[in-house]
């Protein structure tokens, strides 16, 4: 069954930092682009980035340009957000997501339940 | 950016009615244009892809049509386990966007 584990979320202050983790399984990692898809409390879904099978492509929201930076690690079957200068506009429960195939960034297939990011003083 | 636009936002509806939702692009995405499923407290799930491929396990009462800017989902035969918010999202180019839902009810 494949499955997405995401963590690291948590309150963080105006202007700071954090990184995402999400741990994949059941499914062949390397061959597919990955993405990060949020959601504000009560608001709808917003893709903030995705890569693709080996990180030969990346790319974001405008909203988290210059922000925030996507990765992957093929042996640990992971992918990542790092989070900087982070804006309470950026409060949101973020989820991993697997897409349909390897090169293009798409369509969004398996979700993870999220990991919720704060951003408050 | 491609905006896209669903309406309505919200809808009530009785169960066995035909609900329709539609989704514009703010230019042509061809039939790059998914359809998601979010029930409350739940990871959203892909109902349809390409425009009009119903993904696997899902019920048959949901269909999805259109192409270029005009799209439109379709439940035939509302049922309770369809109350849920529905998302367009085009896949045609990055930034991949979303339209902003729309909420179902049953009446």
């Known amino acids: 069954e494949e499955q997405l584990v995401e963590s690291g979320g948590g309150l963080v202050q105006p202007g700071g930092s954090l990184r995402l983790s999400c741990g994949a399984s059941?499914?062949?990692?390397?061959?597919?682009?990955m993405h990060w898809v949020r959601q504000a409390p009560g608001k709808g879904l917003e893709w903030v980035s995705g890569?693709?099978?080996?990180?030969?492509?990346?790319a974001y929201a405008d909203s988290v340009k210059g922000r925030f930076i996507i990765s992957r690690d093929k042996a640990k079957h992971s992918l990542y957000l790092q989070m900087n200068s982070l804006r309470p506009e950026d409060t949101a429960l973020y989820y991993c997501?697997?897409?349909?195939?390897?090169?293009?960034?798409?369509?969004?297939?398996?979700w993870g339940q999220g990991t919720l990011v704060t951003v408050s003083s | 950016d491609i905006q896209m636009t669903q309406s309505p936002s919200s809808l009530s509806a009785s169960v066995g009615d035909r609900v329709t939702i539609t989704c514009r692009a703010s230019?042509?995405?061809?039939?790059?244009l998914n359809w998601y499923q979010q029930k409350p407290g739940r990871a959203p799930k892909v109902l349809i892809s390409?425009?009009?491929s119903l993904q696997g396990g899902v019920p048959s009462r949901f269909s999805g049509s259109g192409s270029g800017t005009d799209f439109t989902l379709i439940i035939s035969g509302l049922q309770p386990e369809d109350v849920a918010t529905y998302y367009c999202?085009?896949?045609?180019?990055?930034?991949?966007?979303f339209g902003g839902g729309t909420k179902v009810e049953i009446k």
């Open positions: 997501v697997k897409d349909t195939g390897g090169s293009h960034l798409r369509n969004f297939d398996d």
């Open positions: 059941g499914f062949s990692f390397d061959d597919y682009a």
């Open positions: 890569i693709n099978w080996n990180s030969g492509t990346m």
């Open positions: 230019q042509s995405v061809g039939n790059y």
């Open positions: 390409i425009a009009s």
């Open positions: 999202q085009q896949s045609f180019i990055t930034p991949l966007t």
